[in-house]
């Protein structure tokens, strides 16, 4: 897979225009095929320009990756320290001891179980690195304190990305996208507790499926569906979760919640702009 560091990248060759199919909906003259393909040429100029544009930008996240990690040092420290002082002590604040716990809850949709929150209760840590110079990627990376479930201190999911066009279709392009993630392996301390395949688990996210590369598999579109999720998820936990991280934990931003309250909310803005047209209206008899 080419990256956003290939040479060839910030300059995408391309010879003559596609050639215009001719149908019902497109009954261009010759004319207009000219002026449509000197369209097009200017459209695989601006596709030029943002696959540079998409290099510097991942040139910048690096670059100010090491910043961020100075702040989210500061914030583990924090949590820390919390931790420490609050050992054992049974207190109507020990959710800040579970600080990521509630976090993946509250920011999480898929399957966390009570055995799953057990686990969860020791991760310390949520941060993600970027590297963009044979391939394009990001890695997520899940810290855990010493516990008695398995010897990993870090979980992490990787995911890849494509950020230049297609050579046969260019002007299908429409940004830099994951198209591929991978997990890692979780040293159980008690492998024979999680043969229970059955039941889904939040540790799921760390053994992604592998997409078959026929699309005539049956299961090609079950697991291109659970794929295409977890690469949003990706995307959501960089962008928005762990930034984000304390505004997720007291339940202010509400990306995971119910629409209801705002269609209520909604209604009874309704209700009241009637009520107060009703009052309005007996008012003027």
């Keep these: 897979m080419e990256s956003c560091r290939n040479p060839n990248a910030n300059k995408l060759k391309v010879g003559l225009p596609h050639q215009i199919l001719q149908n019902e909906k497109n009954n261009f003259t010759e004319d207009e095929k000219k002026i449509i393909g000197e369209l097009k040429q200017l459209y695989l100029e601006t596709i030029n320009l943002d696959v540079k544009m998409q290099r510097e930008i991942y040139n ?3 670059q100010y990756e090491i910043k961020h990690n100075e702040i989210f040092e500061k914030r583990k420290k924090i949590l820390d320290d919390f931790k420490k002082q609050n050992h054992g002590d049974s207190t109507r604040n020990e959710n800040v001891s579970t600080f990521w716990l509630k976090v993946l809850k509250a920011s999480y949709t898929e399957f966390i179980g009570k055995e799953d929150e057990r686990i969860l209760s020791y991760l310390s840590d949520i941060r993600t690195k970027h590297y963009n110079d044979d ?3 990001f890695v997520i990376e899940f810290h855990f304190d010493k516990n008695d479930y398995f010897k990993n201190r870090v979980l992490t999911k990787t995911y890849i990305l494509n950020c230049v066009p297609d050579a046969d279709d260019p002007l299908s392009y429409d940004g830099a ?3 591929r993630c991978e997990g890692c392996n979780i040293d159980w301390k008690q492998p024979h507790n999680r043969d229970k395949k059955d039941q889904p688990t939040f540790f799921d996210f760390f053994s992604p499926p592998n997409l078959p590369d026929d699309p ?8 291109n569906a659970i794929l295409q999720n977890d690469f949003e998820l990706g995307f959501y936990l960089k962008e928005r979760v762990i930034p984000k991280a304390v505004i997720f934990f007291t339940g202010e931003i509400a990306d995971c919640q119910s629409s209801d309250g705002s ?3 909604s209604e009874s803005d309704e209700e009241s702009d009637v009520d107060g047209e009703e009052e309005s209206s007996n008012g003027n008899k």
């Design 263 to 265: 269609e209520t909310e």
């Design 177 to 179: 996208e994951i198209v």
């Design 216 to 223: 005539e598999d049956p299961n090609f579109c079950d697991i």
């Design 135 to 137: 391939t394009v990627k």
């Design 60 to 62: 910048m996240e690096k």
